[in-house]
């Protein structure tokens, strides 16, 4: 079963139905048992960054989600919170990637929104497509680049469009809007053994 995190950002449902697409059973819950029972655990997020994780500290899911053990996926909010410290709100993060969170420099149009190609390493949720191909953005911050970044993004600058340490992954971009190039990454995801 794969455990969709349940909060006060958006995006949640539009996940699940990328998931029901591909014959995925999934659940939404903020339950700390249901995520920690599940294959694999999701955490979406479109919304703003401080009020989120004020939602997340009273549920107890900033503690829980990095004491996880089995793969999860940050999308879009969610890898921003999963990153140690955020502009937006002048939030503190989970500190699971110890890069920081920026807003993206005033000379370009911002939010970033729509089509844009990355271009990556070896990554396993990367497998069977081709390099340079286009995902769907829709973010005002953005993640550094670093030792975990395994794919980049640029607009305006470089910036990491996905990133990994361990069992934990993440991606600026909604693999969930992405069209059959989003979908095979979701499936890679649930494949991971």
Same mark, same amino acid.
């Given at each position: ?19 029901n ?14 995520? *920690?029972? +599940?294959?694999k655990?999701?955490?979406?997020? &479109?919304?703003?960054?401080? /009020?989120?994780?004020?939602? $997340? ?5 900033d ?61 396993? *949720?990367? +497998? ?6 286009? &995902?769907?953005?829709?973010? /005002?911050?953005?993640?550094? $680049?670093?030792?975990?970044t ?44």
């Amino acid at each position: 079963m794969i455990a969709i995190i349940k909060y006060n950002g958006g995006n949640v449902s539009s996940v699940q139905n990328a998931l029901n697409r591909l014959k995925i059973d999934s659940v939404i819950t903020d339950d700390p048992e249901q995520i *920690l029972k +599940a294959d694999k655990v999701i955490f979406p997020g &479109v919304g703003e960054a401080s /009020s989120t994780m004020k939602v $997340l500290k009273e549920k107890g899911l900033d503690v829980l989600i990095p004491s996880l053990k089995q793969p999860v996926l940050g999308i879009c909010l969610g890898m921003q919170l999963m990153c140690k410290g955020n502009e937006e709100g002048n939030t503190e993060g989970m500190g699971i990637f110890d890069i920081n969170v920026k807003r993206f420099p005033p000379q370009g149009l911002v939010p970033h929104m729509g089509w844009n190609t990355v271009s990556g390493k070896d990554f396993s *949720l990367f +497998a069977e497509i081709e390099n340079e191909s286009d &995902v769907y953005f829709v973010h /005002s911050y953005y993640c550094e $680049l670093s030792d975990f970044t395994t794919s980049v993004c640029n607009y305006i600058l470089p910036f990491s469009a996905s990133l990994q340490k361990d069992n934990f992954y993440a991606m600026q971009f909604h693999p969930e809007k992405s069209g059959s190039i989003g979908s095979q990454i979701l499936t890679n995801f649930i494949n991971l053994s």
